[in-house]
């Protein structure tokens, strides 16, 4: 299967310009095969920075929800696959950090961050959906957001509940994330892709977004990796039966040898 | 403090050997100063390869449970310190991959590795006595041995526990472990200090081990690499107030930011 990310620099607020430039700029740069599923970064059409609930009622509201699952199906009218992309989510009066997964015609799934980053916190709910695994007829795909990757439970949760690729949705401003999540890939035999943007935007202070998107494959071997500033839609191959294989060698498998006995209960 | 680790390739099988030569070895490279902690790789005295019960039972008794502790204490006496050394334990008429902590007159404490590796299975029993951590006057180390950095749960629970340092001796073969001691380090906010040996061994195949022994700070910063081969004693500085501070930020902490209601259950 064909699987990949986009790395982009979204314009801060500018939804309705963001979401026509993205799908140009998939529409130019795709494969001509199918791409079976697309990863964009956290907070896409929206940029960012919104340091408190009245900035970002601006732009997050039911409309918007609706907008974005529309935007999303018709990136996947585009590439013809799945497609996960982050957005400020509105729902009971809340916001929070969400993610979604759909097709050209559905919603599959949806995510909400459950670990904030740092200001974050002042405008956003942690999340309460939890780490859920969605299953498509030829795969199934997990979602985490950005800093949820620090805390190994993230993926881990994942994996064991059943994903072969962890797509994630970051808006990374520290140096470590892509570092990191060799091991993410590599401990839970899963593959991952981490869709990154760049530029700086304010929020308080500037946070400059690291670009560097980063695809691993479940023996941690580094599929791609985007600019450290620009735009890249990058599709690689997956062998997604590689990701059901947790045998590191004929004895060892990185789930049936977990020694639950003796781990820290949570 | 000061803390480091010994890089050393054993011969096979000679205990008293080894012994004798890797006291000298501290000896004529050791610092002036006071090493506070200093650890070794697994089954440093022996060796690794023991391909069955028989031949382990040459080198593994409980008379040399006994070696294995005097031979600890007398590195504690030359570095004025604490010891981590792996050796092949004895106990009830079973073999376990054990890792002892000593000061120079006192054992101080005992884990037996809790994941084996390999064809270790056919020798060794799966170990019993979970990850514990060993107070000090001046920190708190846990220990873990080679194959249990695979399983995040292993750094984890020492963590969660209270190590500040996490000493892990190891006999490693495969190219994964130095990379991903980076993402242990971070993820739970501890120092390191990762024991290995080099040299080539027989086990069924030949088993090459891979050198480059690593230290990393508690923000995944590498205070120390060995050579890939050759023999190293290595001392660094550690503040270890760093490890005490679990905050990444103002606002997100390693530990209290743990969404611990959404985690897989073990």
Redo the contacts between chains.
């Keep these: 299967m064909k699987a990949g990310y986009l790395q982009y620099t979204p314009m801060l607020g500018e939804i309705r310009k963001n979401a026509e430039n993205i799908l140009e700029f998939i529409k130019s740069h795709k494969p001509d095969e199918k791409i079976d599923l697309l990863v964009l970064p956290e907070m896409i059409l929206t940029g960012y920075a919104f340091p408190d609930k009245a900035s970002l009622s601006r732009v997050c509201s039911e409309e918007f929800n609706d907008f974005t699952l529309a935007f999303c199906k018709e990136v996947s009218s585009v590439t013809g696959g799945y497609t996960v992309a982050g957005y400020p989510e509105f729902k009971n009066g809340l916001f929070f950090n969400s993610a979604m997964l759909t097709d050209k015609t559905t919603l599959v799934g949806n995510y909400q961050k459950?670990?904030l980053?740092?200001?974050e916190?002042d405008v956003f709910e942690?999340?309460e959906s939890?780490?859920k695994v969605f299953s498509t007829p030829d795969f199934n795909v997990g979602i985490m957001i950005c800093?949820d990757w620090?805390?190994?439970?993230s993926a881990?949760?994942l994996a064991?509940?059943g994903a072969d690729i962890i797509a994630h949705p970051v808006n990374l401003v520290?140096p470590?994330c892509q570092?990191?999540m060799?091991?993410?890939s590599?401990?839970n035999g899963v593959f991952t892709i981490s869709a990154n943007r760049c530029g700086t935007e304010n929020w308080g202070s500037p946070l400059t977004f690291t670009g560097e998107s980063i695809i691993y494959d479940p023996r941690?071997e580094m599929l791609a990796r985007g600019p450290l500033d620009g735009q890249e839609l990058k599709i690689v191959d997956m062998d997604i039966s590689k990701a059901a294989n947790k045998n590191?060698?004929?004895?060892?498998h990185?789930f049936k040898?977990?020694?639950?006995d003796?781990?820290?209960?949570?």
């Design positions: 459950s670990h980053f740092g200001l916190k942690p999340g939890g780490f800093f620090v805390f190994p439970e881990r949760t064991l509940s520290m470590y570092r990191a060799f091991a993410r590599l401990e941690g590191l060698n004929s004895v060892n990185l040898n977990r020694r639950t003796l781990y820290y209960s949570v």
